[in-house]
């Protein structure tokens, strides 16, 4: 009967881990680009969401007060058209 709960909680942890291991995976972020080779945003403490920031028709979308660009005060380095340019959105 131990070695049976032994091999359980054995089978139970590597379950565990590839869950774990599973959860931190990062999708390919449509509109990323190749800077980091991978076109996924999760290489800095700042860039870890994959955010829709154009409309269906590839304008900048309003979210409440203003677009993106407007809510976070970099209107300045808006790079709507690299989006756009990756096949992003």
Not at 24 to 31: D, F, K, R, T, Y
Not at 62 to 67: C, E, K, P, V
Not at 76 to 89: E, K, P, Y
Request: charged share 20%; hydrophobic share 35%; net charge neutral.
């Amino acid at each position: 009967l131990a070695m049976a709960c032994m091999k359980c909680a054995g089978i139970n942890f590597v379950a565990f881990v590839l869950q774990l291991a599973l959860a931190g995976q990062v999708e390919v972020c449509p509109g990323e680009g190749p800077r980091y080779g991978d076109h996924k945003c999760n290489h800095d403490g700042t860039h870890r969401v994959c955010a829709k920031l154009l409309d269906s028709s590839g304008k900048p979308m309003i979210w409440g007060q203003g677009d993106f660009w407007e809510i976070t005060s970099q209107k300045r380095f808006q790079w709507d058209s690299t989006i756009r340019a990756n096949g992003g959105d």
